[in-house]
């Protein structure tokens, strides 16, 4: 057994169930995050390069130094059809891991998008491209191909642990992490959330208060709440 | 008399007179803030969740404990038209307290924008509906309804103490906001700043230098400027 | 010789050979940042203010004080066809040092855009007067002119040293700068290199994967990369 | 009326009762901060530029322009013995406003300590000559003398908005500022919270837990914690 | 199964070998970080409450809410002897979620430290108790006792994946985490890396070179490197 | 010519006269910032990693990549006896860069002190061996050895310019660079500085005001100040 997972490429991977990937891919990063029950959030630092990103697929993960970018050549090899590459690096860097040679060839090998806890650069090109990307940083600068990392290891991405196979979901409001083995369960918890949703959204259009709708009044009351003039 | 004004909703607070606040809304952040002789702006962390974001009105306040937007519900009850509500946290927290469902309810009351010290989710749907928000971070990390603040009790957000009443101008550029009490007097003085604007705007466009414009030369050779070849 | 070069207007300067600026406009920043061995490039936090942003020209310089933006003025009549002013703080200070006035003066007398280390402001004007700023902040606070500074000194702006006339290449993924000694030298490595890059994303595009493109496998292996199921 | 009270500098004001002083004095940041229901807390960057620095007494305000010390000495004439400065400034900067020059001046008006939303310098001299700052950096960055600002007007500072002549309590823990008018009565609060405090600290020296001493485990399993194994 | 681990206490976990702990605890997080590979280690941000802190333990975690301690007083009580406590929140919140009252609860039940990704207070009682803590920040600021969290799940602390019974290192240098299955070959690699280091070191201090001691010249050469006068 | 300096260690470089340097040593680093006209002063993020280091040298440069300390050894051998180690990277990077065997290392070398923009490790023995350092970071991640930066070669370190000979002086308000051309200019500049404090501070202590000293009643009221009661 190793100590780390350091220099690994691992090829067969479970991914989680399509059709639940699919029911997720319906719904976005909020409404799934409250689904599991508030957890599985990346910090907020992540970024789409576009306003409108969306992304949903199967975690590819891959380990990286900082101002190394060899291993994403590497990741790119094991991509499947409907998978998401989430890149995670050692210790902070903002470098700019990947542009658009990268992800025209991530595109080809069916990559539904990156989430990166590092910089990425070709922003212009990006958005063109509609190739959706949430980074901590955009910047141009380069980076070397000179140390191992490793692909489809576990990994913690932007304080989220990502299992290879694991779900994410992203957009405008962040990326949340569907573990593999409860994303049909976690769809269906999104399911009922989001159906409960258009009922709520249409009493508040008009002028119902969520203090009535959602009967906090008592609450509020016992907790000590005091109205004054 | 209480220590703090923790677990209280003041419901009637003097808005700025209504006048002042129309005059004010013809104003950018940039231009308000010069006319209180630069004072008055909130922190440049603030930023609008989507650009051309513009917003004027009277504050409304709530006060918030980390991770914790209960008291936003209590809070729309006391929106009138033509209110913004401005939200400070207890101490630092990037959670979203805010998103589409409570968007809806605040413009159903009359609410003009929000001006958060937190996160907020849900920016596609906001920046459909064009309900303005200024908030520090965006995140879909939900938040609990366990803990009491306040509603309508003096606050600090973003760096400066905010009454209920008073006048909030935000744009791209920023938040700031003007004491009720000299919403008219701040008015007409952006309204002679602006005046002279354009004027000077022509001058420079035709290449005349703010040095001569100005007649900075003197001051400049006064405090020592050399040129040199 | 004095000990600094504050309270100096230095009125004659060396621009970069304008055949060579012309060149390098014709490349991003990445490009031109590779091109020239992967330094040169500002620090990310310095970000365009509006999407798409584009510059190119030769600088000037400007060195100021924290709140005190009185050497844009002084700096705007040294401004020649061409240039991009590259503009420095003796400390970091968000505070908006400019706006739409200058915008329109330093566009009245031939500039190209703005580089600066620290904050500006009118940005909705900025952005449909097209003039490109890459700054650290976007603040409406306002500024005092009280300090003498200096105009075509040497200066660090955020992060690289910039001396009078050398290249300055802007745009999405940021500020890289060209001496203008190497400034041909570097445009010619420039165009190599987007020369290969055609080819190389036509490549990746069908699914090539870069580990073949650039015959990585052999190195990797070298390295210790091991594969497992 | 002003619209601001920028250039102005108040004489008189009404310094908090001594005796309650005097009893705060007793307490360190945290318990009078839970006193007074968990507000009044300065932002944790304010730190203390010498571990072990105490300092309570009362407010003397100052607000100054980011770069610009000079109200620092129109503050210094206003001390009286037993007051603290509380310096804020108009936008974030970390110049060093203060070193050994002026605490010596400080000291010898009678001032307790100094909190300051800024940088200060010759942190050596302050530490040697036990004179307690609260500040945002320590930097050996100069400052001018250009601009006015105010003396005793109130302010916001580190994110808590503080009046001449209330109470500011500051530790290793933090900053934290008493209203006049309910210092004596968070005294009394803090007097009997410390109190409880010995015999919780022996009790849960011996072992005992926290779920019985304060007997949190009926709310706990109500709310539905679950122990497994 | 559930679809998250909120709300649970896992009371039986499988510690580290004990013999293992001791090897490692003879070690500095650099040399164990090394040891493993150069992974394992929490951010930087993480810093000892005072200089000189040490702590080598077995991982029981707890996973919080912002602004909520409540789940500290249920983690002390799974307390073991040998114990450092990994606590991590749900998001990024400064408050002081932990002081002397649980520091002293911690250590009757035979906890070696704290290692938390938040904040902390009643430092200079820590100090005093030599209660060695890793904090993101000192703060003043109280928290509530209102959501559950879990005990001993696995969680993400400062970027690191912990899991209940995994050996935490931790120095004035940062802190590390060793997976309990690899402790022992850890301990090992460690011992062998810090033998070789005393010899290093007599070398070093006659004034040998480390180009020459670990044989760099003919790397550095074939890498390109160029000696100039 | 070369487009940039990578790859290139300069052996001979001109250092400040060693008189010059020596009269510099006497003072702090504020004095000296002061006396060049308040430039020259390092970002205040670096920090010295034990209160009360000090150091006064001249410069050798190094400059490296992001999470590669290889350069590290190639500067050693470059050190003579009074030098100080400026190290700068191309990117943001807080990884433990440098450690007890450098220092052993560079001291046995003559070196005189560190100031890297990054990390560094080992601090209890760094702080023991009372070898000074300032930097951003204190971290025990690890770097690789895989890249070339260069030696003695103008680098940017946290804000200023810096050129193989200038001198360092560093204490714990702060790294300011001065010039070789200018250090024995600036060294007179500082010892009158110096001189006239003493005085100063004798005048404060009995309670004279700064106002007074300094003759500023004139101009304060002149710029509009207004007291009131």
């Given at each position: 057994m190793s100590m780390n997972n350091l220099g690994i490429v691992k090829r067969n991977i479970t991914r989680a169930d399509r059709a639940a990937v699919d029911d997720l891919s319906r719904f976005g990063a909020a409404t799934v995050h409250e689904a599991m029950g508030r957890v599985g959030l990346m910090q907020p630092y992540l970024r789409p390069v576009y306003a409108g990103a969306r992304s949903?697929?199967?975690?590819v993960t891959v380990l990286m130094h900082p101002g190394d970018n060899w291993m994403l050549h590497v990741v790119a090899e094991q991509i499947q059809d409907g998978d998401v590459v989430v890149a995670a690096v050692?210790?902070?860097?903002?470098?700019?891991?990947?542009?658009d040679l990268l992800a025209t060839s991530f595109r080809a090998r069916g990559a539904r998008g990156l989430i990166i806890d590092g910089g990425v650069r070709d922003v212009k090109d990006l958005t063109e491209m509609k190739f959706p990307v949430w980074s901590k940083a955009i910047s141009a600068k380069g980076t070397v191909k000179a140390t191992l990392g490793s692909v489809n290891v576990?990994?913690?991405c932007a304080g989220v642990a990502v299992n290879p196979g694991d779900v994410v979901v992203a957009d405008d409001d962040g990326v949340v992490v569907v573990p593999a083995a409860v994303a049909r369960q976690v769809a269906e918890a999104a399911t009922l959330r989001e159906a409960s949703e258009a009922d709520k959204r249409a009493r508040l259009a008009v002028g119902v208060l969520g203090l009535d709708m959602y009967n906090m009044r008592p609450a509020l009351e016992k907790a000590g709440l005091k109205y004054i003039d």
């Amino acid at each position: 057994m190793s100590m780390n997972n350091l220099g690994i490429v691992k090829r067969n991977i479970t991914r989680a169930d399509r059709a639940a990937v699919d029911d997720l891919s319906r719904f976005g990063a909020a409404t799934v995050h409250e689904a599991m029950g508030r957890v599985g959030l990346m910090q907020p630092y992540l970024r789409p390069v576009y306003a409108g990103a969306r992304s949903c697929g199967t975690a590819v993960t891959v380990l990286m130094h900082p101002g190394d970018n060899w291993m994403l050549h590497v990741v790119a090899e094991q991509i499947q059809d409907g998978d998401v590459v989430v890149a995670a690096v050692t210790a902070d860097c903002t470098d700019g891991y990947f542009g658009d040679l990268l992800a025209t060839s991530f595109r080809a090998r069916g990559a539904r998008g990156l989430i990166i806890d590092g910089g990425v650069r070709d922003v212009k090109d990006l958005t063109e491209m509609k190739f959706p990307v949430w980074s901590k940083a955009i910047s141009a600068k380069g980076t070397v191909k000179a140390t191992l990392g490793s692909v489809n290891v576990p990994v913690v991405c932007a304080g989220v642990a990502v299992n290879p196979g694991d779900v994410v979901v992203a957009d405008d409001d962040g990326v949340v992490v569907v573990p593999a083995a409860v994303a049909r369960q976690v769809a269906e918890a999104a399911t009922l959330r989001e159906a409960s949703e258009a009922d709520k959204r249409a009493r508040l259009a008009v002028g119902v208060l969520g203090l009535d709708m959602y009967n906090m009044r008592p609450a509020l009351e016992k907790a000590g709440l005091k109205y004054i003039d």
